[in-house]
C-alpha cells in the first residue's frame, strides 16, 4: 500500500527531524566553550576588568569539574545598563547551543514573573516546582534571576535549600546547576569606589575586587538600609561569587554604539557613537562621569542616528 510507505516515511522523516533538532538535556546540546567565553569576555563586555576574570574563573572551574559538590551561584551586581543580563546571555550562549532560547536557561525578572505580594504563596508553590521539575528534567540547568533586590524575601527563602550543599533534595540533583542572581545591590556603593578612585587620580583599572567586596560589606549596607538580598547575599554563604560591575564611562558608551552598530551589520561611525554618546546623562551631578542607564538606552537611541 503506497499510502502506508508513503506515510511510513513521513513518520520516519519526522521522527528524524525531532532527533536531530529537538534539544536534548546531553552532549549534543550542552557542552562548554571556554574559548568562545573567553573570547565574548573581551571582545563584547566593556569596561568590566574586575566582572570579566572572575566569571571566566568561576564559570571555567565549574563547568570543568566532574564532582561539583553544589550549583554554581553568582550574584551580579551594580548599577543600571552596565552588562548584568548582557553577560548573562553571554555564559548561556557559550554552555547552550540554543543559548538563552534553550529549554535549559530559564530567565526569571522578578517584577514581572512575581508582582503581586497578595499572590505570595502560591508563587512560592510556582517557584518550588518550577525550579525542581526543570532539574529533574535537566541536572545542567541555567537559572538567571534578575531584580533579585526586589524580590519577596519568602521567594527568596524558597530558592535557598536548592543552591545548598545537599546530595539529593527529594531524589533531584542540583549540583550541575547554575544559578544567577542580577541586581543593583551594591551599585551606589561600587561606583562611590570607581569615583573615589578618579578624585584621588587613580587609574580605574587598578580598583580591585577587593575594593569592591567592600561595598556589600555589613556596614555599608547597614548604611545604606538595606533589603533582604543584601542581607542574604552577606550572611548566608550561599553565594559562591560575587560580581561587581563597575558604572560605565563615556567612552565605553561609544564601545557600546560601536558594537550596536556592528551587530547590525553597519559601518562602525564614531560621530555617530560621539553623538548618542553626548545625548545620554551622566552622574554624579557635578563630575558628570558615568552614564546613567550605563549602556541601556542605546538600542534604542541609535535609529535616530542613523537615518538622518
Ligand atoms: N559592559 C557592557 N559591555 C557591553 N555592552 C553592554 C555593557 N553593559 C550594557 N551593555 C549593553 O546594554 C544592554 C543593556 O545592558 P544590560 O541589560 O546587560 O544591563 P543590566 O546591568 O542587566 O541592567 P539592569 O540592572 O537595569 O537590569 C545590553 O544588552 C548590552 O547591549
Avoid at 175 to 191: H, K, M, P, W
Amino acid at each position: 500500500n503506497p499510502f502506508v510507505v508513503v506515510g511510513g516515511l513521513v513518520a520516519s522523516g519526522t521522527a528524524l527531524y525531532s532527533y536531530i533538532y529537538h534539544e536534548r538535556c546531553n552532549s549534543n546540546w550542552i557542552g562548554y566553550n571556554p574559548k568562545g567565553l573567553k573570547d565574548d569576555l573581551k571582545q563584547k563586555l566593556f569596561g568590566q576588568h574586575i566582572a570579566a576574570p572572575v566569571i571566566f574563573q568561576s564559570v571555567t572551574g565549574f563547568m570543568s569539574s566532574t564532582n561539583s559538590q553544589k550549583p554554581l551561584v553568582l550574584s551580579l551586581n551594580g548599577v543600571t545598563g552596565t552588562g548584568k543580563n548582557h553577560i548573562s546571555k553571554i555564559i548561556a550562549k557559550n554552555i547552550y547551543r540554543k543559548g538563552m532560547d534553550s529549554s535549559f536557561v530559564h530567565l526569571l525578572p522578578a517584577t514581572k514573573f512575581f508582582p503581586h505580594v497578595e499572590n505570595l504563596s502560591q508563587y512560592k508553590t510556582w517557584l518550588q516546582n518550577f525550579i525542581e521539575d526543570n532539574v529533574r528534567s535537566c541536572e545542567r540547568s541555567l537559572f538567571i534571576f534578575d531584580e533579585m533586590d526586589k524580590m519577596h524575601p519568602g521567594l527568596i527563602d524558597i530558592i535557598k535549600p536548592y543552591l545548598d550543599y545537599h546530595d539529593h533534595l527529594g531524589q533531584i540533583s542540583f549540583r550541575n546547576s547554575i544559578f544567577i542572581f542580577l541586581s543593583n545591590s551594591g551599585g551606589q556603593e561600587i561606583a562611590q569606589t570607581a569615583l573615589d578612585f578618579w578624585n584621588a587620580g587613580l587609574d580605574r583599572q587598578k580598583i580591585t575586587l577587593k575594593d569592591l567586596e567592600k561595598s556589600v560589606s555589613v556596614s555599608s549596607f547597614n548604611n545604606a538600609g538595606g533589603g533582604f538580598y543584601e542581607t542574604f547575599l552577606i550572611e548566608s554563604g550561599l553565594v559562591d561569587v560575587f560580581v561587581p560591575f563597575l558604572p560605565l564611562e563615556k567612552h565605553h558608551v561609544k564601545q557600546c554604539v560601536l558594537a550596536a552598530m556592528a551587530e547590525r551589520n553597519l559601518e562602525p561611525n564614531l560621530t555617530v557613537a560621539e553623538k548618542v554618546a553626548e545625548e545620554l546623562i551622566y552622574f554624579p551631578k557635578h563630575e558628570k562621569l558615568f552614564s546613567s542607564n550605563g549602556c541601556k538606552t542605546i538600542e534604542k537611541r541609535l535609529p535616530f542616528h542613523l537615518f538622518v
